[in-house]
């Protein structure tokens, strides 16, 4: 997988080791992206229900504007780490359009998504990525 290299708000760095033994769900958005705003409640529920598997969810704005950011995540706070990518960073993943999801394990890409995604098929994969080997 690409690096990110991004800090969180807790000031917690998503590089390569923090992937190592972990099954995450990295979703690009945007605080404009009507389908990433849907996307959300299911992205939510997935969290709650397979972080003691070792799951987490990231998500990687691509938002232009930082302070326009910050005062969205004020009024809609995320069930999971937030990071900020304005550098072209994502252009590195392939992503053209919002909502782009990647399913990492062990970092490695081994799913990936565009638009909004039926969560069975989101279910699905994570449970066959979470899976022993």
Same mark, same amino acid.
């Given at each position: ?50 972080? /003691? ?9 691509? /938002? ?29 993943? /392939? ?39």
């Amino acid at each position: 997988m690409p690096l990110l290299n991004l800090r969180d708000g807790s000031g917690k760095m998503w590089n390569r080791p923090a992937f190592t033994d972990k099954v995450v769900l990295i979703e690009f958005w945007a605080t404009w992206c009507a389908s990433c705003k849907k996307m959300r409640p299911t992205l939510n529920e997935l969290r709650k229900t397979y972080a /003691d598997r070792g799951f987490e969810t990231l998500f990687v704005s691509i /938002d232009q504007d930082k302070k326009a950011l910050d005062r969205y995540l004020a009024g809609k706070p995320f069930d999971g780490p937030v990071v900020h990518a304005t550098d072209g960073r994502w252009s590195e993943w /392939d992503v053209t359009s919002v909502p782009a999801m990647f399913l990492v394990r062990d970092g490695q890409i081994v799913a990936q998504w565009t638009g909004e995604t039926p969560k069975a098929k989101l279910d699905e994969a994570i449970l066959k990525a979470l899976a022993p080997r």
